[in-house]
């Protein structure tokens, strides 16, 4: 197969990923499921959906309910991008209720959300999923050396063309300049930051990352990065720290055991990763 | 564990989740490349065979086989598509056999041993070379196997892919061996010289995916033998030049997650053209550890007898035999398996015990006097390194 070839391939798998997973797509799995919230009516699950909800299940329990991929209705009380954020306290309270998955039934019948207005959203999965499934397809097809990237998830094969590993650059907090580059070979690299978008209400910023149990913006770290063997992993560990007060997500992601790399709000850095970088508290 | 598979519980689970989807499959991945790493093993089995009851021994011993079966192989990579493996194996064996089935002055039918005197030798020389492709490999193997009385050379081809977004895995094999027949003149008059005996036989079988938690098999398997195929160091063997032998048989594999376990279920038919058939169920429990995995196992085997078995041979027929193992009986397996994976090494060790009796068998059938019952234990060391 040629290379364009093979990167179509790529492209529609990808693609076949999307139409199933997007919760935008009024035709996908997820969307399915969300317009049957409440309905009584279960949605049957293939095999690959029911791993990923059993995923999404590990990583709720881990993270002692922090991630939760019923959570993202709570963004509407919130606004996010206008100047003066606001939040509808009424309107978190009704919200909140329409949040938790434990409330979720999974049975042989496949799946049900039980209280209408209920949404899932697989966008902390998906995305790390699919270039994993990018990676497979191109090892499959004999790919020795290459990288993937699906918005700021890196997933590389082998070395680069000139024997060197690949180096992926990790974005800086506040723009500009990469804070380093970190080398990878048939290794992956997740980045998950609070720092994309953040608002401030009643004199504190926040990230726009949300608490499901409170249904308030999390404290948490501005941004971590960690290395793993495939972007799904690696993208668990990253999500479920910057749920994460500064100091847990510490704990947590040194128990992970993986490199990683930790910037707090005061552009602090921490880790192995940083010390490997040279980088240090502010 | 690469470093970057992590150490915390979570990360664990997380891996054994993920490792029921094809993207994460590296047993799936390694199966379709070549091995990353040289492995080298060793691997040592003892079998031993209870005394025969003397009340059913007519004259002889009532020590019966031992046989140490030692195994040392080599798999390396060549180059990107390739492996080559060298595999050595020699059997030991000692003791003494059931020579013939005689009546007692009662009546009553007895074995006459051949006497503990039976030391035999066999050395199996294997090499495979493996081709891998994006969705498969295809093997051909060479072996010789000598010992004082028998030489064996044969060669096989056997290939794998995999379909259906590698969830479906088909297999074939096919090989012949060409067998000489020399039995050594010991304290046993043997009347052959010089016989042969070509081996054919073929495979066709498919594993598939059917859940995250759920594999099954099925397979089929034909052989043919023509040539010198009596026992000659039994007086009282005559059996037919050809025999024609057909087994299907069946898998089943259920992971249960919150168990970190799985169910085994093995059924196997065998049916061939001297009136043997024959049915094995076996159940196992996989209880995997953080470093290890037990499998407790109970096996259930019964067979039918051949047409031309009795407990006496009937001399007078075209083609007769008094082998209890043509004989109708059943047998039950009780055995444990143990594999512990330390980094580059692995360790593996297994015990079973064997016990066989007319009256489990699902066949009627006159009870052979010389049903054996067995013990076996194995002990392997796998190193892989690169």
């Known amino acids: 197969m040629t290379a364009t070839g093979l990167a179509s391939k790529v492209q529609s798998h990808l693609e076949a990923l999307e139409r199933r997973y997007s919760r935008y797509l009024a035709g996908s799995l997820v969307s399915t499921i969300n317009r049957r919230a409440g309905s009584g009516e279960f949605t049957r699950l293939d095999p690959e959906s029911e791993t990923l909800l059993e995923v999404a299940d590990q990583l709720w329990r881990s993270s002692g309910g922090l991630f939760d991929i019923t959570s993202g209705v709570l963004r509407r009380a919130w606004r996010f991008d206008a100047a003066n954020t606001t939040v509808d306290l009424s309107q978190l309270e009704s919200l909140n209720k329409k949040v938790g998955w434990d409330k979720v039934k999974r049975t042989i019948e496949g799946v049900y959300l039980p209280i209408t207005g209920m949404e899932i959203d697989l966008g902390g999965l998906a995305k790390e999923y699919a270039a994993d499934c990018a990676v497979r397809l191109l090892r499959d097809h004999g790919v020795t050396s290459g990288l993937i990237e699906l918005a700021g998830d890196v997933a590389t094969i082998g070395f680069q063309p000139s024997g060197m590993p690949w180096r992926v650059g990790i974005r800086a907090p506040q723009g500009g300049d990469p804070v380093g580059g970190i080398a990878l070979s048939n290794a992956a690299a997740a980045t998950s930051g609070n720092y994309a978008r953040t608002l401030r209400y009643e004199g504190r910023t926040y990230g726009h990352l949300l608490n499901p149990l409170t249904g308030w913006p999390v404290e948490g770290p501005t941004s971590v990065t960690v290395i793993g063997e495939n972007c799904l992993s690696a993208g668990a560990v990253t999500t479920i720290a910057c749920l994460q007060s500064p100091d847990a997500a510490m704990a947590w992601l040194s128990e992970a055991g993986l490199p990683w790399l930790m910037i707090d709000q005061d552009a602090g850095y921490h880790g192995p990763l940083a010390s490997k970088l040279g980088l240090g508290p502010p | ?386």
């Not at chain 2, 040592?44 to 025969?52: C, F, L, T, V």
């Not at chain 2, 969830?167 to 042969?196: A, L, Y």
């Not at chain 2, 052979?368 to 892989?384: E, M, N, Q, Y």
């Open chain 2, 1 to 386: 564990m690469s470093p970057l598979s992590g150490n915390s519980v979570f990360l664990r689970s997380l891996t054994r989740t993920l490792a029921t989807l094809p993207a994460y499959q590296a047993g799936a991945a390694l199966a379709d490349a070549p091995p990353a790493f040289t492995e080298v093993g060793v691997r040592y089995s003892h079998y031993s065979e209870d005394d025969i009851d003397a009340s059913s021994v007519i004259f002889g011993a009532t020590s019966r086989y031992d046989i140490d079966i030692t195994q040392l192989w080599i798999e390396a990579p060549v180059g990107a598509n390739w492996s080559v493996a060298l595999d050595v194996q020699n059997d030991y064996q000692t003791g003494a056999s059931p020579w013939f089935v005689g009546t007692d002055q009662d009546g009553q039918p007895g074995v006459i041993m051949s006497g503990a005197s039976i030391q035999d030798n066999r050395v199996e020389v294997g090499v495979t070379t493996r081709y891998f492709w994006a969705d498969g490999n295809a093997g051909l193997n060479l072996s010789h196997s000598d010992e004082d009385d028998y030489e064996a050379l044969s060669i096989g081809f056997d290939a794998s892919w995999n379909t259906a977004a590698n969830t479906r895995t088909w297999t074939t094999s096919v090989s012949n061996s060409s067998d000489k027949v020399n039995p050594t003149q010991g304290v046993i008059p043997v009347f052959v010289m010089d016989e042969e005996l070509d081996t054919q036989s073929g495979y066709f079988g498919v594993s598939q995916i059917l859940s995250r938690t759920t594999i099954v098999r099925v397979g089929l398997n034909y052989t043919y033998s023509d040539g010198y195929l009596s026992d000659p160091y039994k007086l009282n063997d005559r059996r037919p030049q050809s025999h024609e032998r057909i087994a299907l048989s069946t898998g089943y594999r259920h992971f249960l997650i919150d168990a970190n376990a799985s169910v085994q279920f093995d059924y196997r038919y065998y049916a061939d053209s001297w009136g043997v058939d024959s049915h094995t169920v076996e159940l196992g429990w996989a209880q995997h550890f953080e470093r290890s995995t037990l499998t407790p196992f109970f096996r259930y085997y019964s067979q039918r007898e051949a047409d031309f078995y009795q407990v006496t041979a009937d001399l007078s027929e075209p083609h007769f035999a008094d082998d209890y193992r043509l004989s109708s009986y059943g047998a039950m397996t009780l055995g444990a398996r143990w594999a512990i994976n330390l980094g580059d090494w692995t360790f593996e060790l297994e015990g079973e015990r064997y016990w066989s009796d007319a009256d489990w068998g699902l066949y009627d059938g006159d009870s052979a006097p010389a049903l054996v019952d067995f013990w076996r234990g194995t002990v392997a060391i796998i190193w892989r390194f690169d």
